[in-house]
């Protein structure tokens, strides 16, 4: 009687420790130390501009492309860095969430762009396929709602190739 409540204790902590480390309570940015994996800056580059991508290990993502100042948007409009949040769809893909905002005449706010960004990543986590997808929203309309409608013409998609910016090797040991 007593090995069997020994055993059944054990089957109790082997339990919680497996519950504790599940993707629902850990956050799927977590899954498979994935956020290790592929936190870090990249950088897209082509004949008529480049993009940098920032990905953070606890979800997070910033972008910044070179025309989003000149008035190089779908309508013509100039928009502002995007932000947005990851997770894990792929044993080396996540999948974001972004948002940005977008002005006419440099100043005048016309609304929020929201997108869909799919990205895959190679077997070393040094380069990576960004491909999105999305529309722009116009002010008052919150693009997350089920109901709301973009701006008539305004959705867009694009597909990067993004290299990993290299890093001298630091004193601290968490550089690649």
């Known amino acids: 009687m007593k090995s069997m409540h020994r ?16 993707p629902s309570i850990l956050g799927q940015a977590s899954v498979d130390g994935l956020g290790d994996k592929i936190a870090g800056t990249y950088l897209a580059v082509q004949q008529d501009g ?32 995007t932000l ?7 044993r080396r893909e996540v999948t974001a969430r972004t948002v940005d905002l977008t002005f006419q005449s440099g100043n005048v706010f016309f609304g929020v762009a929201a997108a869909t960004f799919v990205i895959t990543f190679d077997e070393t986590f040094e380069t990576a396929i960004a491909i999105s997808h999305g529309a722009i929203f116009p002010p008052g309309v919150n693009p997350f709602d089920a109901n709301a409608n973009p701006i008539a013409g305004s959705e867009f998609s694009s ?12 004193k601290n040991g968490n550089h690649r």
């Open 159 to 170: 597909r990067f190739e993004f290299h990993r910016i290299p890093v001298v090797e630091g």
């Open 50 to 81: 480049a993009q940098v991508l920032q990905i953070g290990r606890d979800g997070n993502l910033r972008a910044v492309l070179s025309i989003q100042f000149t008035g190089g948007g779908v309508l013509g409009e100039s928009f502002s860095n």
């Open 84 to 90: 947005g949040s990851w997770n894990t769809t792929g």
């Open 7 to 22: 055993w059944s204790a054990s089957l109790a902590i082997v339990a919680v420790i497996a519950l504790l480390n599940s």
